[in-house]
């Protein structure tokens, strides 16, 4: 439901806003160019500020611009220019992963996909 992409960018964010002290965006396996892009929209959309000492590279040297409860699902797909994978129900493994959010996505999923079918051919 959320594009790997998304999952990077909410990564890249937690890290930045627990200090830099907890790396997990390393597993988002992002290339350096793909790291150095989803940096800079999420500095233009606000969501980041980039100290003025060290590498633009480092997420270490960004810090948080809003209070993290400040900072929506719709924030970070807006400043990513990604979208919610609505072609398939929402898995259990997702629930497990985002757990108290997955409930709410999993609502907008099916609700989603419910509409959708309504949506016929001769319409299009």
């Known amino acids: 439901m959320i594009t790997s992409k998304t999952q990077a960018a909410i990564a890249v964010l937690n890290d930045i806003y627990a200090g830099g002290d ?10 350096e160019q793909d790291m150095d892009i989803l940096l800079s929209k ?22 948080p611009a809003r209070d993290s409860s400040d900072v929506s699902l719709l924030d970070i797909l807006e400043a990513t220019g990604e979208h919610l994978d609505c072609n ?10 985002y757990g108290k959010a997955a409930q709410k996505l999993g609502i907008v999923n099916y609700i989603t996909r419910e509409y959708l079918k309504e949506i016929k051919l001769f319409e299009l």
Not at 44 to 61: C, F, N, P, T
Not at 88 to 97: I, Q, Y
Request: contains cysteine; hydrophobic residues 35%.
């Open 42 to 63: 999420l500095l233009s959309a606000g969501l980041i500020k980039l100290s003025d000492k060290g590498d633009s590279r480092d997420i270490q040297v960004y810090s």
């Open 22 to 31: 907890v790396i997990r965006a390393d597993a988002c396996q992002l290339t």
């Open 88 to 97: 398939h129900p929402t898995t259990e493994e997702f629930h497990m992963r």
